[in-house]
């Protein structure tokens, strides 16, 4: 047996379990701070969760009585989350009158009609506010159409320039813009997205540097 072949294959063990162990430390710790879990473990649970919920499908609107215990789980799991309060401020509360209206059995089939554009929920939530919005949005939940006035405002030119005309009602300021609110299970994603990347970003950063 050659003797330098023990020596050999026990240094290249060693280091490449160093080098495993840096590896894997990359995203995860550093001055012991701990590791957030691994974004796809957090979709996962997200979407599990949501998937649970009776009723539920995806493009749904969330309110934050569902999403309070979601984010503690998440907690649980080990993503820090210094934003919670941020991120449920942003979440639509069942009180309110969004999510009053999309709560009926004619609201459930308006959401799951409009829920497919992009921003639809933005521009209801705008329209709910401007002078006689409400009455509006309901409306538009009980008319056998509705849904296409929101489509017309999120896909078609003339609903963009509809969007800025209604800019300058009272309350109406910014109308085509998103609101910055979570109002669906994917947006709440992107959020703890966020957090999750600052949160790596925190552990990465060496004192003094």
């Known amino acids: 047996m ?22 894997g430390s990359t995203e995860g710790r550093a001055e ?6 691994f974004f796809a473990e957090i979709r996962q649970t997200v979407l599990g969760y949501f998937k649970d919920q009776p009723n539920y499908r995806p493009g749904d609107l969330i ?33 309110e009158f ?23 929920y ?7 506010r401007l002078p006689r919005g409400r009455q509006t949005v309901r409306d538009l939940i009980r008319g056998p159409d509705g849904y296409k006035m929101i489509e017309y405002m999120t896909t078609a ?8 005309m209604l800019s300058n009602s009272p309350n109406g300021k910014k109308f085509n813009a998103p609101t910055g609110r979570v109002y669906t299970a994917e947006i709440l994603l992107e959020r703890l997205e966020q957090s999750r990347a600052a949160s790596v970003k925190a552990a990465r950063k060496q004192p003094g540097r």
Not at 82 to 87: A, F, R, T
């Open 122 to 128: 933005d521009r209801l939530d705008r329209l709910s």
């Open 32 to 37: 012991g701070k701990p590791i957030p879990p």
């Open 157 to 164: 030119a003339g609903g963009k320039e509809l969007g800025k």
């Open 63 to 95: 309110t934050r009585k569902k999403v309070e215990p979601l984010l503690v789980r998440l907690q649980e799991m080990g993503l820090p989350l210094p934003e919670k309060k941020e991120i449920l401020d942003a979440v639509p509360v069942e009180g």
């Open 98 to 120: 969004l999510a009053g209206q999309l709560s009926t059995p004619a609201g459930w089939k308006f959401m799951r009609q409009i829920s497919r554009y992009p921003d639809a």
């Open 2 to 23: 050659n003797r330098t072949f023990l020596p050999v294959r026990l240094f290249s063990s060693v280091l490449l379990g160093i080098v495993a162990a840096a590896a």
